[in-house]
C-alpha cells in the first residue's frame, strides 16, 4: 500500500508540472516575499559595496513599501549594524525624492523614507543610508559616497533550485567552458561552441541587464581569460539575434570597435571599461559561457526528456518570424532636441550630440549636458563623430574639470570618476570655421 501511494503521487507530480519553490543563492535570506537579500558588516564606502554587490549578480537593497523597509531595517538590527548602505541614489539638489533612482534599474524612487531635510544632495552628497537604531529607525539620510564607510545590504533575484549548477543566477545555469567536463578544448569556434552549449540543452549566453553582464564578468575573476564569445550572430550586416531566440532588449557594443565580423567577442581584460561587445570573425577561437534555463517544474521536464537541438533551433526560428528582435544600426536625425542639450538630466544609456548635429551649419547655442548612470555604475562617455571649434569641457560630479578637446578628433572616450558628468560646450562658432558638432553614446560602466 506505501508503494502504491509514492507511485501515485509521482506520477500526480509528472503530469501535473508540480514545480519547486523559487529559492535565494547561497548565503541570500528570502525576506519581503520576493527578495534576496544579505547583509554584510564589513564597513565600506559606497562605491566599494556596490562593487561587491555586482560581484554577485546584484546592486544595493533597493525599498520599495513598507513591508521591504521593515524587513531591511530588521535585517541589518540583527547583525548589530547602527546603518546600513542602501540602493537609492538622488541627483538634485533640495529636498525632492523626484530625482531619486532605484540601484535595480526599476525606476524613480516613488515609495520613501527620508528623514526631514532629506535627500539633501548639495548638503550631504547623493549616496543614501537607513539609519537602523534610535528614534529614526528605518529613516533614509543622504551621505557623501566616497567619505564615509558603512555596512551595507546586497539583493540579488529570486532563482530556480538545481543542485548541480555551479552558477545559478536569476533562473538560469551558467556554464563556463574553462569549468566544463570536455573532450573538446575550453576554446574553439563559435559553431563549435555552440554545437557543445547544444548537447547541454542549452546555447552560448545571451544578456539582458548589466547586472547580468556583471554576473558573468565575475566568473572569470583571476582566470587570466580576455575574452568570451557571446551568443549573437548576425543575419543581417551589422544585425545581430542571440542564439536563444530571446529579444535584443539590452546593447552593450563598444561604440568605438572598427573591428567587423558575423560573431561578437565579450571583452574581460583589465580595463576599466571591459564587458562591451566587439564585431570578430566566427572561426576565431574563443573561451565561452552556455546558458540553460532551470526548469520551473524538474519533475515533469525529467520525464519528458531532453529538448532536442532541432526544436530548439525551429522554435527560435518561429520567435524570428513573429516577433524579431535585434541590434538597430544607429541613424541620424535632423531633429534640433535630438541633442539633449539643456536636459535636466540625460541617464546612460544614451546618446548626446551638440546642438543641431548633424547639420552642417548648426546654430549657435549653449549647452549643459548633466549626464548620469544608476548608483552602482560610473558614467563612460565615447565620442564616435568630434569636430568643434570651441573647447567641450567635461567635469566629474565635483565640479573639476576632466579634459577639455576641441578640432577635429578621432573617436575618442572619457571615463568618469562617478555615476555623474557634466559637459558643456558653446557652438557659436563652430560653423563658421568649418567645424559640424559631435555626437557621443553614453554608457553605464
Not at 19 to 34: I, M, V
Request: proline share 6%; net charge negative; with cysteine.
Amino acid at each position: 500500500m506505501k508503494h502504491s501511494l509514492i507511485s501515485i503521487f509521482l506520477l500526480f507530480a509528472i503530469f501535473s508540472g508540480v514545480a519547486p519553490t523559487p529559492e535565494c543563492p547561497r548565503g541570500f535570506r528570502l525576506l519581503s516575499g520576493n527578495k534576496c537579500m544579505r547583509v554584510f558588516t564589513n564597513k565600506l564606502k559606497h562605491h566599494e559595496a556596490e562593487t561587491d554587490c555586482k560581484y554577485l549578480g546584484g546592486t544595493l537593497v533597493t525599498s520599495k513599501n513598507a513591508a521591504q523597509n521593515r524587513d531591511i531595517a530588521n535585517l541589518a538590527a540583527s547583525v548589530g549594524a547602527n546603518t546600513v548602505w542602501i540602493g537609492e541614489y538622488c541627483f538634485a539638489t533640495g529636498n525632492n525624492s523626484n530625482t531619486c533612482y532605484h540601484d535595480d534599474n526599476s525606476g524613480v524612487v516613488t515609495y520613501n523614507q527620508f528623514a526631514p531635510g532629506n535627500p539633501n544632495v548639495q548638503g550631504n552628497g547623493g549616496c543614501v543610508y537607513m539609519q537602523v537604531s534610535g528614534p529614526s529607525a528605518g529613516k533614509w539620510i543622504s551621505a557623501p559616497c566616497e567619505v564615509v564607510g558603512m555596512p551595507f545590504i546586497c539583493e540579488v533575484p529570486i532563482t530556480n533550485p538545481d543542485t548541480y549548477c555551479l552558477h545559478n543566477y536569476n533562473g538560469y545555469c551558467y556554464m563556463a567552458s574553462h569549468e566544463m567536463n570536455l573532450a573538446n578544448p575550453v576554446n574553439t569556434t563559435y559553431d563549435k561552441a555552440q554545437s557543445i552549449c547544444r548537447a547541454n540543452n542549452a546555447n552560448l549566453v545571451s544578456f539582458h541587464s548589466k547586472p547580468e553582464l556583471d554576473w558573468v564578468k565575475s566568473i572569470y575573476r583571476n582566470t587570466g581569460v580576455q575574452q568570451i564569445f557571446a551568443g549573437a550572430k548576425a543575419f543581417l550586416p551589422d544585425t545581430f539575434e542571440w542564439a536563444d531566440g530571446s529579444n535584443w532588449d539590452f546593447d552593450y557594443t563598444n561604440p568605438l570597435s572598427t573591428s567587423t565580423g558575423n560573431c561578437l567577442v565579450m571583452d574581460l581584460s583589465s580595463r576599466p571599461d571591459n564587458g562591451m561587445w566587439s564585431e570578430t570573425n566566427c572561426q576565431n577561437i574563443n573561451y565561452f559561457v552556455c546558458k540553460k534555463l532551470i526548469p520551473v517544474a524538474t519533475v515533469a521536464t525529467t520525464a519528458a526528456g531532453p529538448e532536442e537541438p532541432e526544436e530548439m533551433e525551429e522554435n527560435n526560428e518561429q520567435k524570428r518570424s513573429v516577433n524579431p528582435k535585434f541590434k538597430k544600426p544607429q541613424t541620424k536625425t535632423e531633429l534640433l532636441d535630438f541633442s539633449n542639450c539643456n536636459s535636466t538630466i540625460v541617464m546612460s544609456p544614451g546618446t548626446i550630440t551638440s546642438f543641431g548635429y548633424p547639420n552642417t551649419k548648426a546654430p549657435a547655442a549653449y549647452c549643459i549636458w548633466n549626464i548620469a548612470a544608476l548608483g552602482p555604475y560610473k558614467v563612460g562617455i565615447y565620442f564616435t563623430d568630434f569636430s568643434t571649434y570651441a573647447n567641450v569641457r567635461i567635469y566629474d560630479e565635483f565640479g573639476n574639470l576632466i579634459t577639455q578637446p576641441n578640432g577635429n578628433q578621432r573617436p575618442f572616450s572619457v571615463l568618469g570618476t562617478t555615476n555623474f558628468v557634466q559637459i558643456t560646450h558653446d557652438s557659436s562658432y563652430d560653423s563658421y570655421y568649418g567645424y559640424h558638432g559631435f555626437e557621443a553614446t553614453v554608457l553605464p560602466l
